[in-house]
């Protein structure tokens, strides 16, 4: 998820890119075509003596300008992520009522017509990451969050038949690619679903490597987990990073002031990239003077390499072999892999050609992964800087974004 990611992934990328609530175990290809909600992620806060604390309630629900018809765009599933901060703290009555309001989420998105996937995410609450949860598997952090996800993984399973229904067990858990310190999160991964396969839990279970859950980190995983097939594959696509997130001011510090990359690379001139970048440094007062020459300095070595390394449809074929000559080598069923993120941002101020671009990148990117039997969920429909509307009160998408998907419009924005 885009809030947990720091350096290392965009370092990594410069360097180089779903009958009933449980399925049938031999079934796959659960989940094709979906997208993220963002209901239960970013629980609301408060400031109790000094203290920063969660709201009640601190989940919020569907936003108003949010779309509900998502059947009609050719969507089939839904990837619900919860962050599970208010539900670890909570007790007794207030804990039955959070789970009850994710229960009839659930329920309403099933009778929609879609499958979810229900993705537990470390808390925001003061910046916290995944691994502060991986104290091994002994840990009492772990112990907790174990207990927690034995609880979630019995609701799902004792719902009533319907649309699929699948849990992955943590959002990107891990910055590296294996731990160089502590227990690695793969042993984790494997303490949870032993424990959940012994408890007599058929729920399909979404699994996922270091590395922020991209393919480096994919490809290190034991493929003989997946050899059972209600184990399925969770995998992040944001490459290239310099150009999906360009213009965040929450990734790396300089990529706030990256302006005018294009998709593909040969679609524009790293002269004019470069020249628009400095003038938003220069206009930029996010920086002291000595900084802002270091990190204009980063932002134009970020986007000579952009364009020498040339990145297309050709670069992300390449990226995609990789995980294919891991799934190969495994007998692994395509229909066991999801990727559960990938998506570009719109850029502050972004012209035609910016859209352009990532209508450009998010076709690319959709096709091959359908190339290759897998299934996506795409981060996000709704909401900026991700989503494919032009605002957060808009009311229809971008036609050239849902069209690269190859998805239906609403019929009222035709």
């Known amino acids: 998820?885009?809030?947990?990611?720091?350096?290392?992934?965009?370092?990594?990328?410069?360097?180089?890119?779903?009958?009933?609530?449980?399925?049938?175990?031999?079934?796959?290809?659960?989940?094709?075509?979906?997208?993220?909600?963002?209901?239960?992620?970013?629980?609301?806060?408060?400031?109790?003596?000094?203290?920063?604390?969660?709201?009640?309630?601190?989940?919020?629900?569907?936003?108003?300008h949010e779309p509900t018809d998502l059947t009609r765009f050719g969507f089939d599933h839904v990837r619900l992520l919860i962050d599970f901060g208010p539900l670890i703290n909570a007790d007794g009555p207030h804990r039955r009522r959070l789970f009850e309001e994710i229960d009839q989420?659930?329920?309403?998105?099933?009778?929609?017509?879609?499958?979810?996937?229900?993705?537990?995410?470390?808390?925001?609450?003061?910046g916290e990451l995944p691994m502060a949860w991986l104290d091994g598997t002994d840990g009492p952090r772990f112990s907790r969050f174990k207990a927690l996800v034995e609880e979630v993984a019995g609701r799902l399973e004792g719902l009533p038949a319907g649309r699929p229904v699948a849990l992955e067990l943590l959002n990107e858990p891990q910055q590296d690619c294996r731990a160089e310190k502590g227990t690695d999160w793969s042993v984790h991964q494997k303490v949870l679903v032993d424990d959940l396969r012994g408890r007599g839990i058929g729920l399909p279970l979404l699994l996922t490597g270091g590395c922020w859950s991209t393919i480096e980190?994919?490809?290190m995983l034991d493929g003989a987990e997946f050899a059972d097939r209600r184990n399925l594959i969770s995998v992040h696509f944001y490459d290239p990073f310099v150009f999906t997130h360009q213009g965040s001011d929450w990734a790396l510090p300089f990529l706030a002031e990256v302006k005018g990359l294009p998709y593909p690379a040969g679609r524009g001139a790293v002269a004019e990239t470069l020249a628009e970048t400095r003038a938003k440094f220069a206009a930029s007062d996010r920086w002291r003077p000595a900084e802002r020459d270091a990190k204009q300095k980063e932002a134009e070595d970020a986007i000579r390499w952009y364009f020498t390394s040339a990145p297309g449809a050709a670069m992300i074929a390449e990226r995609f072999a990789t995980l294919a000559r891991w799934q190969q080598d495994n007998r692994i069923d395509p229909g066991q892999f999801v990727f559960t993120e990938f998506g570009a941002m719109r850029q502050p101020n972004a012209d035609a050609d910016d859209e352009a671009s990532r209508a450009r990148w998010l076709r690319d990117v959709s096709s091959a992964i359908e190339k290759n039997g897998w299934g996506w969920s795409l981060w996000v429909l709704h909401g900026l800087p991700f989503g494919l509307y032009p605002t957060d009160e808009a009311s229809c998408p971008e036609t050239d974004l849902i069209e690269a998907l190859r998805l239906t419009p609403p019929v009222t924005c035709r």
Do not use: K
């Not at 720091?6 to 031999?26: M, R, T, Y």
């Open 1 to 64: 998820m885009i809030r947990h990611r720091i350096s290392f992934a965009i370092l990594l990328c410069l360097a180089l890119w779903q009958a009933a609530g449980p399925a049938p175990a031999a079934e796959t290809g659960l989940f094709r075509r979906g997208t993220n909600l963002t209901w239960f992620a970013f629980p609301a806060t408060t400031v109790i003596d000094g203290r920063t604390v969660y709201a009640d309630p601190p989940y919020a629900g569907p936003d108003a």
């Open 105 to 126: 989420a659930i329920a309403r998105l099933r009778r929609s017509g879609l499958g979810v996937i229900v993705t537990l995410l470390a808390p925001g609450l003061g």
């Open 217 to 219: 980190g994919i490809v």
